[in-house]
């Protein structure tokens, strides 16, 4: 390049070398952990409302499981109905688990009994709360069956987490050095 004073002779950084530190100052680190957890906790409250009630959602369900069966009875929908409603149970609190437990581990990694057990009460306490809140609906009613269905997904979750993370550290890929095989 010939003589020119103006150009700065530093490159800019590249996007991939800022963008680790621009997400660092623009968004709090327990913000990153937390907002799946948060957001997922939100999903439930509004599954707990009226408009996810057995009635309505019945009215989303029947003509979806006529046109895979026609012939279905009225006995026979409520009964497949009934299990939908439940496995919905389950599956929104072992995702939720799942979420709590990478919320309260933050930026660090692997299995720690503190973490797990901290998302497991968190998701407990929260199922409870939850039929509380389905309590003041009028269209809902509040059981401790569907509490107790909630914590199984999470309890369910959490023993899965501490599977994953026990298989892994067996298998050396959490402890960073490589595990010699072993011996016949």
């Given amino acids: 390049m010939p003589d020119q004073p103006w150009r ?4 800019a950084p590249h996007l991939p070398e800022v963008q680790p530190r621009l997400a660092q100052l623009l968004i709090p680190a327990w913000l990153r952990a937390w907002w799946p957890a948060l957001l ?8 707990s409302t009226d408009t996810f009630s057995a009635q309505h959602t019945a009215s ?12 279905l009875t009225a006995h026979q929908f409520l009964v497949i109905h009934h299990y ?9 609190y072992f995702i939720f688990c799942l979420l709590l437990y990478r919320a309260v581990r933050g930026v660090r990694f692997g299995w720690r009994w503190s ?10 306490g929260y199922s409870a709360l939850d039929e509380i809140h389905q309590a003041f609906v009028a269209s809902r009613q509040a059981s401790p069956y569907d509490s107790l269905i909630d914590s199984a997904g999470a309890f369910f979750a ?12 067996r298998q050396g890929t959490l402890s960073g050095a490589p595990q010699p095989f072993p011996k016949r």
């Fill in 60 to 71: 989303f369900f029947e003509p979806i499981l006529r046109w895979f069966k026609p012939d």
């Fill in 158 to 169: 959490f023993a899965i987490l501490w599977l994953w993370f026990r298989s892994r550290n």
């Fill in 8 to 11: 700065n002779p530093r490159p």
């Fill in 40 to 47: 997922w906790a939100a999903f439930i409250f509004t599954m």
């Fill in 84 to 92: 939908i409603r439940k496995t919905a149970h389950f599956t929104e």
């Fill in 115 to 124: 973490w797990g057990l901290t998302a497991l009460v968190i998701a407990f």
